[in-house]
């Protein structure tokens, strides 16, 4: 039977004397009112919305919603008025225009995080803002060559996008690769957490939940709690996971079944990779291959301590991050007379090598924790190089299409996942080693009190965006940087 911490009954409000679980069909009780909160429902996908002619428009509302989240009614902020968000489904060579009408309270906007598109005017552009009741055009002209796999989309305005992406505005993008990965079946899986209190209200941030980076205690695959999902014994799935917590470290498991990493961050591996457990900060996806064994399996994901505040703030009681306990996500089910295997998965084209590439330059990007303003029961300063973002200010400024060295070198007690729009990172050097298989990220862990070193190819655009930590209360407290290709 699938249990919930008890952090997540805390969440849900259904700790207490009359808090009874009701074994076999997985069903929580409470005392108060009989309301259900149910777990084991089959796994649901979100609305696919596919290209057709090269082209996909979607208009898409963000604004408050009630939905059911397992079994019990929330009240969340979605798109389109579902958690997640519709997939968007495209190919290479696309255009995807999303009118986006801002139904919240306050300013939004919409980011491709991953997508290698122009980040100019309406385009992926974060700086632009989109008050509440308005409505914003954009357009996305998806290159020809642009890497096949799993992206996502969320909210991105400053100071904002924590508490817009915690409340449910995300979902998932697929840039198709047709018929390259024979699968007996693609999921989509999007991980994210949510907080509601007792009345399935969104619930309110603490600062210091705020400075540690916000962490629902209900973690949701597809908006569910712990679906099940099934399959035949020899049965091939994909499983592309997008971890979309604000802050939440995902080491996700399966035991029991064959898992192999196909891709991470939309880049895949030459060959799969057999793996028992993958990593994924926040804005981190991975594509799994999962070959069906048998029997029932669970998805979990185990505790990541991805540190903490202990040395800086002495009073506090909860200074360190992260769950404590494995949580359940998704139980697997392979039940059934077995298929017939399925073909190999063929290699993966080289992807290109920057170590053997002319840098253009080298920079060093310093992330760190202020005390200043702390002690008075305020923030902390988040800054990047000693600052803290300023829309108005260019940090960085490169030349297109040179490639350059970045030491992300990180000063404060607590990970930092660093990500960079536009142009990926190849990581080839992590925690002061060099990697001999150096890895395609998006968002890339840089330790407490460690470094790494990532390759960037600044190719395909010009123009101006931003770097940041994907914890993203941190990002909304001052850990973003800007730059500019040109
Ligand atoms: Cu997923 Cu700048 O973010
Ligand atoms: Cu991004
Ligand atoms: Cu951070």
């Given amino acids: 039977m699938i249990a919930l911490t008890r952090r997540q009954l805390l969440a849900l409000g259904l700790t207490g004397a009359g808090a009874v679980a009701v074994g076999g069909a997985g069903l929580w009780w409470t005392n108060t009112g009989g309301a259900g909160f149910t777990t084991g429902a089959d796994l649901a996908e979100p609305q696919a919305l596919s290209s057709s002619g090269g082209r996909l428009d979607v208009a898409l509302e963000a604004a408050p919603t009630r939905l059911r989240v397992g079994g019990r009614t929330a009240n969340a902020w979605t798109f389109n008025g579902t958690l997640p968000g519709p997939t968007l489904r495209l190919r290479p060579g696309d255009t995807l225009g999303v009118t986006l009408r801002n139904g919240l309270r306050d300013a939004t906007n919409l980011h491709v995080h991953g997508l290698h598109v122009s980040p100019q005017g309406n385009g992926d552009n974060p700086f632009v803002r989109i008050g509440p009741g308005e409505t914003f055009g954009y357009r996305y002209a998806i290159p020809e060559g642009h890497p096949p796999g799993t992206y996502w989309y969320h909210p991105h305005h400053h100071g904002m996008a924590a508490e817009q992406v915690a409340a449910g505005l995300y979902g998932a993008i697929v840039i198709e690769d047709p018929g390259t990965v024979p699968v007996s079946r693609d999921r989509v899986l999007v991980v994210s957490d949510l907080a509601l209190d007792a009345t399935g209200n969104l619930a309110a941030v603490s600062p210091p939940e705020r400075m540690m980076g916000r962490e629902g205690a209900l973690v949701l695959v597809n908006g569910q709690v712990v679906p099940q999902a099934s399959a035949a014994p020899g049965e091939r799935e994909r499983w592309r996971l997008v971890n979309a917590c604000p802050s939440r470290f995902l080491r996700l498991r399966l035991d029991g079944q064959q898992v192999r990493l196909l891709a991470r961050d939309g880049r895949r591996l030459r060959v799969p990779e057999e793996i028992t457990e993958v990593d994924l900060a926040p804005g981190n996806r991975a594509d799994l291959i999962v070959e069906a064994r048998t029997g029932n399996a669970v998805l979990r994901t185990l505790p990541v301590d991805r540190g903490g505040m202990d040395g800086m703030m002495g009073h506090m009681e909860d200074g360190r991050s992260g769950t404590t306990e494995p949580l359940d996500l998704m139980s697997f089910n392979v039940a059934g007379p077995p298929v ?147």
């Fill in 340 to 486: 017939q295997a399925m073909l190999p998965i063929p290699e993966g084209i080289g992807l290109r090598d920057l170590r053997y590439e002319t840098l253009a330059a080298r920079r060093t990007l310093t992330f760190a924790m202020g005390m200043a303003g702390m002690m008075g029961g305020g923030m902390g300063a988040f800054t990047i190089n000693g600052r803290e973002f300023d829309p108005d200010r260019l940090d960085e400024t490169v030349r297109s299409g040179s490639v350059e060295e970045w030491t992300l070198v990180n000063s404060s007690p607590m990970d930092h996942p660093i990500h960079l729009h536009v142009w990926p990172m190849q990581v080839v050097q992590d925690a002061s080693r060099n990697l001999s298989e150096p890895t395609w990220q998006d968002v890339v862990i840089v330790p407490a009190f460690g470094q790494v070193k990532v390759l960037i190819a600044f190719d395909g655009f010009s123009g101006r965006t931003v770097f940041h930590c994907h914890i993203l209360d941190h990002e909304d407290l001052g850990m973003m940087g800007t730059i500019e290709a040109r």
